[in-house]
């Protein structure tokens, strides 16, 4: 009896961490299922690319997955059409286009693509090494790729680690994937592949 208790829990435990690690689809390709809408900014499907773009208000917008996601590994490619100031949030929340969280910098070169930010607290956390930044290719599809596990995350740009942080209230927190299109107007950004994988 006891042999059939131990292959039954064994199982269970088989399918949880098998579960754990599947990859999410949280884009695909048609529509923005699965997301929501954060402020009056643009956010739609053009030849199977989510595409953000300045609307006339010329705010800051947002798109939330409506999942929160708290220990994962994050893959995304990204293009830079116009000016491409936008960012990933991650164990982030939003009420109207006030977001609360950390934000995973995309931005024109010269201005700390990959580095740490957290909105409506202590700002910049951490910047990328100066020479990093040619990583960046701008006007052409990158890969960002973020690693968020308890107090520790890790990015990376094309291949390249930009930065390791180690924070504790970042790991005391939970929340959404958040996509970011920032104020000022003439900002477009392209995004695809958008998988995650919980740990």
């Not at 059409?81 to 910098?105: H, Y």
């Not at 930010?117 to 890969?143: F, T, V």
């Not at 959404?176 to 477009?188: A, T, Y």
Request: charged share 25%.
């Amino acid at each position: 009896m006891m042999r059939y208790k131990e292959l039954f829990i064994f199982i269970q435990l088989f399918f949880a961490i098998n579960l754990s690690s599947q990859e999410i689809q949280l884009f695909n390709s048609k529509n923005i299922d699965g997301w929501n809408v954060h402020g009056t900014e643009k956010w739609y499907v053009e030849d199977g690319n989510l595409v953000c773009e300045s609307g006339p208000d010329k705010e800051y917008g947002y798109l939330s997955t409506s999942d929160y996601y708290k220990d994962f590994e994050l893959s995304l490619d990204f293009k830079q059409e116009a000016d491409g100031n936008s960012g990933v949030f991650f164990r982030s929340t939003v009420d109207g286009t006030v977001i609360s969280g950390w934000q995973v910098e995309v931005a024109p070169p010269g201005n700390a693509t990959g580095g740490i930010y957290e909105s409506y607290g202590r700002g910049w956390l951490i910047k990328p090494e100066i020479e990093k930044d040619k990583a960046l290719i701008m006007g052409e599809w990158n890969n960002m790729k973020i690693k968020v596990n308890r107090d520790s995350v890790i990015t990376w740009l094309n291949g390249v680690k930009m930065i390791e942080l180690i924070d504790k209230k970042i790991g005391s927190a939970n929340g959404s994937i958040v996509l970011q299109i920032h104020d000022g107007g003439g900002i477009k950004v392209r995004w695809k592949n958008i998988i995650l994988k919980q740990l």
